[in-house]
């Protein structure tokens, strides 16, 4: 009998190092990015003189990426920005934190999953004297289904709820989408989409008008060199 218990936990330990050795090790990703640019307006009245708002925006990007099979891939993306302008009207910054997942189930499925939260400050108030900081959440999911080798399905849903600091601006957003692509030929692709957007106030306090929107695409891609 130990001989058994032996066995089984020698065949456990050779799977797991197994699976082990399918990991890689994790991809680090580190990217700045910035710019400055001028934002003239123009005079309401021809007393009045221009106005120019002179900015400079800076973002550092971070990014994780660990590939634990060839099959399931996650990454963790976290960036903060900010845009400032000279005359100090209307500077804000952002920080998000975004992990999601891949996972290709079998070779005609593919899952991706992300979540993702985000903070936004901003220097000054609005014209109304409320704050403009807002968390956002968002929280969407996408499935890609080949039922033959030429034409893929992608149904997606998306949730946003958007947490502004004033009462007022609370909102949440769902979206339903649904995308099909087709290879005709080796020259001719075709694809469509599909999305349903409804917006809703988050609490009796939010003053957010309640809307539904429908949008469409249709793209046609023939590459003659193929």
């Not at 990703?29 to 009245?45: H, I, P, Q, V």
């Not at 692509?181 to 008008?209: C, D, F, T």
Request: hydrophobic share 35%.
């Amino acid at each position: 009998m130990n001989h058994f218990y032996s066995c089984i936990a020698a065949v456990l330990l050779l799977a797991t190092a197994a699976w082990c050795q399918e990991i890689k090790r994790p991809v680090f990703f580190l990217r700045y990015d910035g710019g400055t640019e001028s934002e003239e307006l123009e005079a309401e009245t021809s007393t009045e003189e221009e106005s120019v708002f002179d900015s400079q925006r800076h973002k550092i990007t971070f990014r994780i990426k660990e590939q634990w099979s060839d099959e399931l891939t996650t990454n963790l993306y976290t960036a903060v920005s900010s845009k400032i302008y000279d005359d100090g009207s209307g500077d804000y910054s952002y920080l998000y934190l975004t992990p999601n997942c891949i996972w290709d189930i079998t070779d005609r499925v593919r899952w991706v999953s992300e979540l993702r939260c985000k903070w936004t400050w901003y220097e000054q108030a609005d014209t109304e004297g409320n704050s403009k900081d807002l968390t956002s959440l968002l929280a969407k999911t996408e499935f890609a289904f080949r039922p033959v080798d030429r034409v893929k399905i992608i149904p997606s849903l998306r949730a946003v709820f958007d947490l502004y600091e004033n009462p007022a601006k609370l909102q949440q957003v769902y979206t339903a989408g649904m995308r099909v692509e087709s290879r005709i030929n080796p020259q001719v692709r075709l694809s469509g989409r599909y999305r349903g957007i409804l917006r809703l106030r988050l609490s009796e306090y939010s003053e957010v008008g309640e809307e539904f929107n429908n949008e469409f695409g249709v793209n046609l891609c023939w590459d003659p060199n193929k």
